[in-house]
């Protein structure tokens, strides 16, 4: 249908930009679905508008007007959790981007919450669905006895189902199979803050646990160049706080702790010398590589050493072995990729 929104004014970006730019903006399910050759037509059921500036405040500034527009529309909308957006940025330079966001109404979003956020008084129909890890967004968090080959099938399950990103803790006794501790609030699609308080409790229990990490999955981007392959300068940044927690709380398990971002072809592994904590300046080359990371992440749409366009994917294991190699820093920080099993 005719999306009477895309702005005419927007002098500055030209046609081949625009429908490039639409036609990476896609919700989950229509990664088929046919491309735009008219920057004037697109779903019926969607808002987009263009324009240039920071990545981040032109984004949030785009949804806004976008849900602006759509209530003028007519569209029934009271709280801001019932539409969902997708975005899509072509680079100009380190602080300008040119921006397209998607709005639309959320789809049942009532039944969304409710599928991962199974009662505790009511037994799931599928019992075998209700032991596998899942993105929960209740208040509560959950548990699993299952071992870590069998949480990581989960999770990379997760990283082509889920739009949200969730936190767990994995820990290892000696003589048991292990647990999956589910540690992620204010998850979003490109985020999740981890609670770690439950390590608290393991303080007393250091003789018993050989291992102890730190999950989160990245779902899969539905753009033509799939950044959810890399770990990022926020991944970083969060396990030096991790670490700086774990001292505080239970210092006899820093040593164990290691950190895995999982993606949909394999594992990132990292383990961080715990001597950083104590030393500001090799803390900083840590926080260094963080932003190293953050600009190979902005470079790979146009120019870089590797290859996430989605025509690679079936490569995309060999790209990140490579990915962990360049930004690996041992002794302090080393970075190891294990290629998805199966």
């Given at each position: 249908?005719?999306?009477?929104n895309?702005?005419?004014?927007?002098?500055?970006?030209?046609?081949?930009t625009?429908?490039?730019?639409?036609?990476?903006?896609?919700f989950?399910?229509?990664?088929?679905?046919?491309p735009?050759?008219?920057?004037s037509?697109?779903?019926?059921?969607?808002?987009?508008?263009?324009?240039?500036?920071?990545?981040?405040?032109t984004?949030?500034r785009l949804?806004?007007?976008?849900?602006?527009?759509?209530v003028?529309?007519?569209?029934?909308?009271?709280?801001?959790?019932?539409?969902?957006?997708?975005f899509s940025?072509?680079i100009?330079?380190?602080?300008?981007?040119?921006v397209?966001v998607?709005?639309?109404?959320?789809?049942?979003?009532?039944?969304e919450?409710?599928?991962?956020?199974?009662?505790?008084?009511?037994?799931?129909e599928?019992?075998?669905?209700?032991?596998?890890?899942?993105?929960?967004?209740?208040?509560?968090?959950?548990?699993?006895?299952?071992?870590?080959?069998a949480?990581?099938?989960?999770?990379?399950?997760?990283?082509?189902?889920?739009?949200?990103?969730?936190?767990?803790?994995f820990?290892?006794?000696?003589?048991?199979?292990?647990?999956?501790?589910e540690?992620?609030?204010?998850?979003t699609?490109?985020?999740?803050?981890?609670?770690?308080?439950?390590?608290?409790?393991?303080?007393?229990?250091?003789?018993e646990?050989?291992?102890?990490?730190?999950?989160?999955?990245?779902?899969?981007s539905r753009?033509?160049?799939?950044?959810s392959?890399?770990?990022?300068?926020i991944?970083?940044?969060?396990?030096?706080?991790?670490?700086?927690?774990?001292?505080?709380?239970?210092?006899?398990?820093?040593?164990?702790?290691?950190?895995?971002v999982?993606?949909s072809?394999?594992i990132?592994?990292?383990k961080?010398?715990?001597?950083?904590?104590?030393?500001?300046?090799?803390?900083?080359?840590?926080?260094e590589v963080?932003?190293?990371?953050?600009?190979e992440?902005m470079?790979?749409?146009?120019?870089?050493d590797?290859?996430?366009?989605?025509?690679?994917?079936?490569?995309?294991?060999?790209?990140n072995?490579?990915?962990?190699?360049k930004f690996s820093?041992?002794?302090?920080?080393?970075?190891?990729f294990?290629?998805?099993?199966?």
């Amino acid at each position: 249908g005719l999306l009477k929104n895309v702005p005419k004014n927007v002098s500055k970006i030209d046609k081949k930009t625009k429908l490039k730019l639409l036609n990476d903006v896609k919700f989950p399910g229509e990664t088929d679905a046919p491309p735009i050759d008219d920057e004037s037509h697109q779903p019926d059921d969607s808002w987009v508008n263009f324009e240039i500036g920071p990545l981040e405040e032109t984004v949030e500034r785009l949804k806004k007007r976008n849900r602006t527009e759509m209530v003028r529309a007519g569209i029934k909308l009271s709280e801001m959790d019932e539409v969902e957006t997708v975005f899509s940025e072509e680079i100009i330079d380190d602080n300008r981007s040119i921006v397209c966001v998607r709005t639309r109404k959320k789809i049942n979003a009532e039944k969304e919450v409710q599928a991962v956020k199974p009662s505790n008084n009511k037994k799931l129909e599928n019992e075998s669905e209700s032991e596998k890890l899942h993105v929960n967004v209740g208040k509560s968090h959950y548990q699993r006895k299952k071992s870590r080959t069998a949480g990581e099938k989960d999770l990379h399950e997760l990283c082509e189902k889920a739009k949200l990103e969730e936190g767990w803790l994995f820990v290892k006794q000696n003589s048991a199979e292990g647990r999956w501790i589910e540690c992620g609030i204010n998850e979003t699609s490109r985020r999740a803050t981890v609670d770690i308080s439950p390590i608290k409790k393991m303080k007393g229990k250091s003789s018993e646990i050989s291992e102890i990490s730190l999950y989160h999955h990245h779902p899969i981007s539905r753009l033509r160049t799939d950044t959810s392959q890399t770990p990022s300068r926020i991944d970083i940044e969060g396990f030096v706080n991790a670490m700086r927690i774990v001292k505080r709380e239970a210092l006899n398990l820093l040593g164990k702790i290691d950190f895995r971002v999982v993606t949909s072809s394999g594992i990132y592994i990292f383990k961080i010398d715990p001597i950083i904590l104590d030393n500001p300046t090799l803390a900083e080359k840590i926080y260094e590589v963080g932003e190293k990371i953050a600009r190979e992440r902005m470079s790979l749409i146009f120019s870089s050493d590797f290859n996430y366009s989605i025509s690679n994917k079936t490569n995309f294991h060999k790209e990140n072995a490579k990915f962990a190699k360049k930004f690996s820093i041992p002794p302090l920080m080393r970075i190891q990729f294990q290629p998805k099993k199966g």
